[in-house]
């Protein structure tokens, strides 16, 4: 649900006509309600109808899980590098065919 505003002093009062979201204030301190005409229900606009809300917030959402996965990735990516590496130091042979792979695989110069 949309944030709802509700008046806090005396001289304020909730415009029956007008979105019942609470904007920021151009200070950015307090808020106001929302300028635009209520349209949706009778009671939002159509930036802050619950639907349009729940839309933005799916997507931020999906924008998150695709920034997780790919730090996740390249983590991963980095640690396994890091492994053979390792392995490296421990057998010589095996370090020549792990080189020529990695070099194979593009990820690092020879
Ligand atoms: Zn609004």
């Given at each position: 649900m949309p944030?709802?505003?509700k008046p806090h002093w005396d001289h304020e009062k909730v415009d029956e006509?007008?979105?019942?979201?609470?904007?920021?204030?151009a200070t950015g301190v307090g808020f106001h309600q929302c300028t635009r005409k209520?349209?949706?229900?009778?009671?939002?606009c159509k930036q802050h109808s619950p639907e349009e809300e729940k839309r933005r917030r799916e997507e931020?959402?999906?924008r998150w899980d695709e920034q997780r996965d790919q730090q996740a990735?390249?983590?991963r990516n980095s640690a396994?590098?890091?492994?053979?590496?390792?392995?490296?130091?421990a057998d010589k042979e095996l370090a020549e065919r792990l080189t020529?792979?990695?070099y194979e695989l593009?990820?690092?110069e020879q």
């Open positions: 944030f709802e505003w006509t007008k979105c019942r979201a609470g904007v920021h204030d209520a349209k949706v229900d009778g009671k939002w931020s959402d999906k990735r390249a983590t396994w590098w890091l492994v053979i590496d390792e392995v490296k130091k020529k792979l990695q593009g990820g690092r």
